[in-house]
């Protein structure tokens, strides 16, 4: 039964790390693809998505920047594709969703709450950059407010809902949680959620266990058995964080989005090396990954062949 596998996310390359700070970020849309596909063949159900410009590697939205990675990793891949609508918090809300209203995914993510968003503190560890955007955007991180009112919120639910998309609902701190229960309750999302409790992120919750445990307690207490957790841990916290929540009966999300390690001081040179780091964990506890289909079914998507990809 598809019910008790755990599903793993992997996000590929995100809008946090810059080209400067790994050589294996993937950057162009061949790039993408194949890191991607490999992560699919490692055991990842699901494809967290962004693109970026393919000289300069910073994020950009535009949908024809999508189009070549999606249609490869379609192809080659049974990978549930999850499309991004953070985009970078720098971002307006337009930009961020031009992907997903092009492109009508089977998920899409939504952060549930405005916030600050400060990756800054990558300049105390980083000092040459390749491009001037990746210091400039760090820098002004400092001042950095990632909007996500309410009405965007129920703005992005009443566009993407209709399309059949679902959401994996982004919570970096207790009141997200407590945002999604509101909407919830009004109607306009509808179970089972896919909850990603997300650690470690200057402006949200830390990554302590003491903070995963109140992230669960709360959203059990909230969503009882309404909902799907998955965990992911920004940084060098990625693979405890996995753990914990694998040993919990969560959900696990890894990727190069989120962190650029593959252990202490060493570099990842793969999302599937990160998959298969996950993969390792959970079936070392006796739990068995998820496949694509296994995860649509848990998820209550609507399938591949529903989508403009």
Known sequence: MAKGKVIISCAVTGAIHTPSMSPYLPVTAAE????????????????HLHARNPETGQPDQNPDLFEPFLKVIKQRSDAVINLTTGGHPSMTLAERLRPA?????EVASLNMGTMGFGLFPM?????????????????????????NTYADIEGLLNLLSPLG???????????HLYNLAYFLDRGLVRAPLFIQTCF??????????????????????????????????????????????????????????????????????????????????????????????????????????????
């Not at 209203?101 to 995914?105: A, G, H, K, V, Y």
């Not at 300049?123 to 390749?130: G, M, N, V």
Request: with cysteine; charged share 25%; proline share 2%.
């Open 101 to 105: 209203t092009t492109f009508e995914p």
């Open 123 to 147: 300049l105390d560890r980083y000092k040459d950059f390749k491009f001037d955007w990746e210091r400039r955007t760090l820098e002004a991180s400092r001042d950095l407010v990632f909007k």
């Open 165 to 175: 998309t679902r959401f994996e609902f982004e919570c970096y701190d207790t009141s």
């Open 200 to 309: 470690g992120i200057l402006g949200g919750i830390g990554s302590h266990p003491d903070d995963v445990m109140h992230m669960k307690r709360t959203a059990d207490r909230l969503f009882g058995d309404q909902y799907e957790w998955s965990v992911l841990g920004a940084g060098a916290r990625q693979m405890s964080i996995v753990a914990m929540a694998a040993s919990m009966g969560g959900n696990v999300r890894v990727g190069l989005e989120d962190s650029l390690w593959a252990g202490p001081g060493r570099l990842a040179q793969s999302n599937a090396e990160q998959v298969g780091l996950a993969r390792q964990i959970i079936e070392g506890l006796g739990l068995a990954v998820a496949t694509p289909a296994e995860a649509r079914a848990i998820l209550d998507l609507k399938g591949a062949d529903r989508t403009a990809i």
């Open 32 to 47: 993408i693809a194949e890191s991607a596909i490999a992560a699919a063949e490692a055991g990842a159900a699901i494809i």
